[in-house]
């Protein structure tokens, strides 16, 4: 199984940047169309800058509607919001590698180690696919095959989970069969094999 992370396995709370926005007038949601543009995450993801220099930015992005100090700040407190891991799609995921190899294929930055240790997710994985270490991101196929590679197995015997459709559709056109993901019930679906799933 290929499994993507971040709003499966793990998710943000987006809150203190939705208040901050608030309070200077932006509407929700502001901060993080200009974080996730590509010119603007792409390099990220693909380990070419650091998320200081993400930062950066983000702020120079929000600039013309935002005092700099301001658009620092909304910058700042996008790249250090706090996040959880889902204990019920962890939980699932342990089961699935006591029956499959199980390796994570995300779009990361280079802190993907460090938060997977904070998350105690260190272990959760036979490997993990960081476009950030790889230098391609979903949906990409090279990132895909690399997964496969490492999974040990060809593409045509990958299960492949995300919650991107269009990172689905990249999978699929491989070989790869294909889950998307909005709640544990789509993971429980396909893993109906699994004792207790």
């Not at 800058?49 to 005092?67: F, G, H, K, Q, Y």
Request: glycine content about 6%; overall charge negative; hydrophobic content about 50%.
């Amino acid at each position: 199984m290929l499994c993507d992370l971040d709003n499966v396995i793990r998710f943000y709370d987006m809150a203190p940047v939705a208040e901050l926005e608030r309070a200077v007038g932006l509407a929700v949601g502001t901060t993080a169309r200009a974080a996730y543009a590509p010119e603007v995450d792409l390099p990220l993801l693909l380990g070419r800058i650091t998320t200081r220099e993400w930062v950066d930015s983000i702020a120079s992005a929000l600039s013309d509607r935002v005092p700099p100090a301001r658009a620092r700040e909304l910058g700042q407190a996008f790249a250090d919001a706090p996040f959880r891991a889902d204990d019920v799609v962890v939980e699932l995921l342990r089961r699935v590698r006591g029956h499959m190899p199980l390796v994570l294929v995300t779009n990361a930055t280079l802190e993907l180690e460090r938060d997977l240790v904070s998350m105690g997710l260190a272990d959760l994985a036979d490997d993990v696919v960081s476009s950030a270490r790889v230098g391609v991101a979903k949906p990409d196929p090279a990132i895909y095959e690399i997964a496969a590679e490492r999974a040990g197995t060809a593409a045509h015997r990958c299960l492949f989970v995300d919650d991107r459709l269009e990172n689905i559709e990249a999978a699929v056109a491989l070989g790869m069969s294909g889950v998307h993901y909005r709640t544990p019930a789509d993971l429980r679906e396909v893993l109906h094999f699994l004792p207790g799933a």
